[in-house]
């Protein structure tokens, strides 16, 4: 009974991990720079 117990409560845990919500995205800022090492824009 005790394997068994358990076997159930890290199930659960694994159930409720597995539907934790990731962050909608991530913020980044990006330079550009050319060969000489300026700053390129659009």
């Known amino acids: ?3 068994l117990l ?3 409560i890290n199930l659960f ?3 409720n991990i597995s539907f934790a919500q ?3 995205g991530f ?3 990006v330079i550009v720079r ?4 300026n700053i ?3």
């Open 1 to 3: 009974m005790k394997p």
């Open 6 to 8: 358990t076997i159930i």
């Open 13 to 15: 845990f694994i159930i």
């Open 22 to 24: 990731a962050p909608p």
């Open 27 to 29: 913020n980044y800022q």
């Open 34 to 37: 050319d060969a000489d090492g």
């Open 40 to 42: 390129r824009s659009d």
